[in-house]
């Protein structure tokens, strides 16, 4: 979300693309888990166009989500 926030895209896609595989082997297949790791994916798609509000907005849904597993 730093790197978001600040527009270094090339930084925030590195640290994007590691927390999404670190998704998949840390929180599993329940329903919650599958919805914050689409909405990361989200993120990643909306840090990729630029847009730093959307992206931030759904980096925060999913940090929401992780934390409630």
Do not use: C, P, W
């Not at 090339?10 to 693309?17: D, G, M, N, T």
């Not at 989200?42 to 166009?49: D, E």
């Not at 925060?60 to 992780?66: D, H, Q, T, V």
């Amino acid at each position: 979300m730093v790197e978001v926030s600040k527009s270094d895209f090339s930084a925030a896609q590195v640290q994007l693309k590691a927390a999404r595989f670190a998704s998949e082997a840390i929180a599993g297949s329940s329903e919650t888990a599958k919805k914050a790791h689409a909405t990361l994916m989200q993120g990643q798609i909306q840090a990729k166009k630029g847009d730093i509000q959307k992206a931030t907005e759904e980096l925060n849904k999913a940090i929401a989500l992780y934390k409630s597993l």
